[in-house]
């Protein structure tokens, strides 16, 4: 079935740096979605991307849909420690029973 | 806030016990999913309501069921409660219900499930 590897696992940067991650699958989607989820909370939208090559940005978080259809990217420009949390990255299955499929998510850790 | 309502925010019980989580989509949004995510691990996809109907399965337990009523709100049961049911509970909801249809997911705020 379809997979979704999300990388990396984890990652500690300072406050006020950059951060990248992004998601891989071996087969192809059509939407991609961004989550952030805060300890004990549920998961929040952050971005929904619908077409290949698009860039798409909510405040500081931009994110881009592969133009193969089988990856996306998510950055966060300028770190603050409320970025903390985890990131998700999610779609739905082109075939099949629908469903979503969920990346393993990026654990961001922002030191002050 | 998403528009997803989810009941109750808390939930402790003892092993063997029966609960009732409850959820309501976001208006307009015709189906409903649930998640079960134990501490620090993924999104487990349980099971997917579209319109009333059950439009899909995923690692649900056979102690564990799940309905959407006329209303499109929707309750998972779930039985025989074990120490490793606990976990966080979401229901999360999309316009969407069919294959290669695309759309946002919306989360509500979780049931967190404590067994004793």
């Known amino acids: 079935g379809q997979q979704l590897n999300q990388s990396p696992q984890s990652m500690f940067i300072q406050e006020g740096e950059d951060v990248s991650m992004n998601c891989t699958s071996s087969s192809i989607f059509n939407t991609w979605l961004w989550y952030k989820q805060e300890p004990g909370e549920g998961p929040v939208l952050l971005i929904a991307?619908?077409?290949?090559?698009e860039l798409t940005s909510n405040g500081r978080l931009t994110a881009q849909f592969g133009i193969t259809r089988k990856d996306s990217f998510l950055n966060i420009s300028a770190s603050i420690p409320s970025d903390v949390g985890i990131y998700f990255c999610a779609g739905p299955t082109t075939s099949g029973t629908y469903k979503y499929i969920f990346g393993t998510g990026t654990r961001l850790k922002v030191l002050a | 806030d998403s528009g997803v309502t989810q009941t109750p925010k808390h939930l402790i019980t003892a092993t063997g016990q029966r609960v009732t989580l409850r959820c309501s989509p976001r208006?307009?949004?015709?189906?409903v999913y649930w998640y079960q995510q134990s501490l620090d691990q993924g999104l487990q996809f349980l099971i997917q309501?579209?319109?009333?109907?059950?439009?899909a399965k995923g690692n649900i337990l056979e102690r564990f069921s799940a309905q959407q009523f006329p209303d499109l709100h929707s309750e998972l049961n779930l039985s025989s409660l074990e120490l490793g049911d606990s976990a966080l509970y979401f229901c999360?909801?999309?316009?969407?219900?069919?294959?290669?249809?695309?759309?946002?997911?919306?989360f509500g705020e979780g049931s967190r499930l404590t067994v004793l």
């Open positions: 991307l619908y077409k290949a090559g």
């Open positions: 208006s307009g949004d015709l189906s």
């Open positions: 309501y579209y319109n009333g109907e059950e439009r």
């Open positions: 999360a909801s999309s316009v969407m219900g069919l294959a290669g249809a695309g759309g946002e997911l919306f």
